[in-house]
């Protein structure tokens, strides 16, 4: 009865490479989150969806595009992986888009070497 | 810039020592202040919500306090499970509604 999850817990891959990470939430909650977690442990917002449309779209790499099929999943997408891109991705979910109280999946530790 | 930081970074202390953790911040009007806990190997997980200044909220040996430019978290009595990484995030008032994170205190209690 995990509230969210995520698929894989580890990922190693060579630079170049594209990859998915895919996200579950079954809370009923209307909003995702992807996140990004470097070395420094600070949390960065990437992308923010409510009701499967797109409302936070930080500065990333558009090498990095997340889809929403519907509102439980939040799957991240990731083409020409470089080694910067070596962090934890934590997916994330809330009851509305005002972002409080955000339940957090167990993280996908990402290595590109 | 909004930002927020913590210290200290790591505090270890030893099991029914009490003390207290910060959190300052500066944004351009705070909508709300959050206090998560994250254990090693795993995501953040929610523990209070601060809206204004003068707000308290206690959870067992967990109390979280606000000011106009700092939140403290309080920690009474402490045992070894309450070990773990105590993240601060704010929400600015300007924002749409995403979380400015701090970089966390790491709390190590020894029994």
């Known amino acids: 009865d995990t509230a969210v999850s995520q698929t894989p817990k580890y990922l190693v891959t060579q630079m170049g490479n594209d990859k998915s990470i895919k996200c579950e939430q079954n809370l009923g909650h209307d909003t995702m989150y992807w996140y990004k977690q470097d070395s420094k442990k600070f949390l960065k917002i990437m992308f923010s969806y409510n009701n499967k449309e797109l409302i936070i779209n930080e500065t990333v790499p558009n090498r990095f595009s997340p889809k929403s099929p519907d509102k439980a999943h939040l799957n991240l997408h990731i083409n020409s992986l470089e080694l910067g891109d070596s962090a934890v991705y934590f997916c994330?979910?809330?009851?509305?888009?005002?972002?409080?109280?955000?339940?957090f999946g167990p993280g996908t530790r990402l290595t590109v070497t | 810039e909004d930002q927020v930081t913590q210290s200290p970074e790591a505090l270890r202390l030893q099991e029914g020592e009490s003390s207290s953790l910060n959190c300052s911040y500066t944004v351009s009007g705070l909508r709300g202040l959050f206090w998560y806990r994250q254990d090693p190997g795993k995501g953040p997980e929610f523990l209070f919500t601060l809206y204004s200044a003068g707000e308290e909220k206690e959870k067992e040996r967990l109390k979280a306090t606000l000011t106009k430019k700092e939140s403290f978290l309080h920690i009474t009595a402490p045992k070894p499970e309450d070990s773990a990484t105590y993240l601060c995030a704010v929400q600015a008032g300007d924002s749409n509604y995403q979380l400015i994170w701090g970089a966390g205190t790491k709390l190590i209690i020894k029994p």
């Open positions: 994330a979910s809330s009851q509305e888009y005002t972002g409080r109280e955000q339940y």
